[in-house]
């Protein structure tokens, strides 16, 4: 299965570790730097997922996912956070902000080519 996935990261590592593991998997992979950096490539493609990272400068993940959920056409995709963060009141926030899943950081490839297959299938 094919997949465009956009994926919003301020860590380079993560971003490569990602470009890595999802073009392996056959994904087509657009990447972006923080939150407001992510609604500027958001602009310009229609993702089967999103992948957001928490904190990161200009506009953290909440504000994304929730600028992300104020646009029609992305009220539907998925999105799934991936940060080190693992406590219950960040993922409830998400999940309020409009998240569809939460992995925690160091994440492992397959467990999230598998992930993102399921939640855009």
């Given amino acids: 299965m094919s997949l465009t996935i956009l994926a919003v990261d301020d860590s380079r590592t ?3 570790m990602l470009k890595l593991a999802l073009t392996e998997a056959g994904f087509t ?3 972006a730097e923080d939150g407001v950096h992510g609604l500027e490539v958001l602009e310009g493609i229609a993702p089967d997922a999103i992948i957001s990272d928490i904190n ?7 504000g ?5 959920r104020g646009q029609d056409r992305h009220r539907g995709t998925p999105i799934l956070v ?3 963060e693992s406590a219950p009141e ?3 926030r998400a999940r309020a902000a409009g998240a569809t899943g939460w992995i ?3 994440f492992d490839p397959p467990k ?3 992930a993102l297959q399921m939640v855009a299938g």
Avoid: C, Q, S
């Fill in 64 to 68: 994304f996912i929730e600028a992300v």
């Fill in 14 to 16: 993560i971003r490569d």
């Fill in 112 to 114: 999230l080519v598998k």
């Fill in 90 to 92: 960040l993922k409830a």
């Fill in 104 to 106: 925690v950081k160091p």
């Fill in 82 to 84: 991936l940060t080190t």
């Fill in 56 to 62: 990161m400068p200009r506009l953290d993940g909440f």
């Fill in 29 to 31: 992979l657009h990447l």
